[in-house]
């Protein structure tokens, strides 16, 4: 059994310092050329790492091209986000091995996983074991993933997931509220899910201003995740001000 490779040891590195901003790119939403420049952008704004994945990728030669421009533009960690086995791209970094904790389908718990494993394989990319935990039934990701969405007003279901998670062995654990959700995961949730688990916490969906990141963080938050703001004019302003409001020891 593999132990954390090189970007995950900089990812527990840098947020034994606090916690740290990562900027999602759906290649589905970016031109290749567009992505490199966001992600140029958001590394100037204090973003530590830059995720690529959506929910509805198909077009893998997309996906291999937004990495590569990416790579050519940025030093630092491209990890994979996928949401399905058309995800995996040998020119990324490492790839966020998931499994989508609370689906109702166990095509999304294992299944996926199992047929996209020789590919990462192949590729020789880092693997970086992360549970994925959705809130709420209204987002493309609980309805691809056939999720039995978390209700946000039940903290204490988040945290018996976060320890069977951590009791699994996963190292990394992303709650979710959904790309574009009114409701971020709340403050009392990563709190309580923090109690039980000392893996690192990845927090996203909904994140959309500096408030929102400095509860967030001090709730015990390791990783932020910011994407659709990506996608609004003059997002690097609020994107600054969401990175200078994170935590630090
Ligand atoms: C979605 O958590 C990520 O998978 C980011 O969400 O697009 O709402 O920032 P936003």
Redo the contacts with the bound molecule.
Sequence with gaps: MNGPGPVEKKILHETRRGTICAA?IDPEDFSPARAAETAGAAIKCGVSLILVGGSTISDQSRLDAVVRAIKKRVTSPVVL?PGNITGVSRHADAILFSSLLNSTNPYFIIGAQALGATAVYRTRIESIPMGYLVFGNSSA?SFIGQVNGIPQSKPNLAAIYALAAKYLGMRNLYL??????GEPVSPETIRQVRKVYDGILIV?????NADQARRASHSGANVL?????LQTEGFDKTLRQITKALRHR
Excluded: K, Q, R
């Design positions: 999602l986000f990701t979710e509220a959904g790309s574009g959700s996203g969906g909904g994140i959309t995740v910011v994407g659709n703001l």
